[in-house]
């Protein structure tokens, strides 16, 4: 338990669902704290529940990549290795991160 009472995401139970207003907050303080915008397209945002990605690991690949690659159109591919799978993000940069796509390669 952590010391302000709060547990940590990891000891909530996979079945546990978060309230809308909920995540809302969580997505709020998040970019605040890195105080980063980022965008999801709509492309991404499909993608990324299509593939069931986590909107969180594609927030940590983009702000702590183990690689950043050049791509096509000015865009970049971020890519970070979680415990089994490596995620990839396409990014645009505008005057904001925008997320193009997300996608996992094993």
Not at 28 to 47: C, D, G, K, P, T
Not at 67 to 83: A, Q
Not at 84 to 101: P, Q
């Amino acid at each position: 338990m952590h010391p302000r009472g709060i547990e940590p995401l990891s000891t909530v139970p996979k079945t546990a669902t978060l309230s809308v207003k909920l995540r809302v907050r969580i997505w709020f303080y998040l970019l605040q704290l890195y105080n980063m915008r980022i965008v999801f397209s709509e492309h991404a945002e499909n993608r990324i529940k299509e593939r069931g990605i986590s909107k969180l690991k594609v927030v940590a690949t983009v702000k702590k990549p183990d690689e950043i690659w050049d791509s096509y159109r000015e865009r970049k591919i971020y890519r970070r290795k979680f415990h089994d799978y490596t995620l990839e993000v396409v990014v645009k940069n505008e005057n904001f991160l925008v997320v193009i796509s997300a996608y996992v390669i094993k």
